[in-house]
């Protein structure tokens, strides 16, 4: 990363960020063993309401 980056300040600020993105890789990973169950079993309908309760809550999250 350090040969992309020249700014000390900026690199700082990015390694901060990729060190808290980090931890979503693992849920990401849980999301997406839990799609390809769903949609293996044809239960689309789960995957659905899923979506909408997460974009839901993302609505009120961001404006909470």
Same mark, same amino acid.
């Given at each position: 990363?350090?040969?992309? $980056?020249?700014? #000390?300040? $900026? @690199?700082?600020?990015? %390694? #901060?960020?990729? #060190?808290?993105? $980090? @931890? ?5 990973? &849980?999301? &997406? %063993? ?9 239960? +689309?309908? &789960?995957? +659905?309401?899923? /979506? /909408?309760? %997460?974009?839901? $809550?993302? &609505?009120?999250?961001? @404006?909470?």
């Amino acid at each position: 990363m350090r040969l992309l $980056i020249s700014s #000390e300040p $900026i @690199y700082e600020g990015t %390694m #901060e960020f990729l #060190e808290w993105r $980090i @931890y979503g890789f693992f849920f990401a990973a &849980v999301n &997406v %063993m839990f799609r390809a169950l769903y949609i293996g079993i044809t239960r +689309t309908k &789960v995957l +659905t309401i899923n /979506a /909408a309760v %997460m974009a839901l $809550i993302n &609505v009120i999250l961001d @404006y909470a």
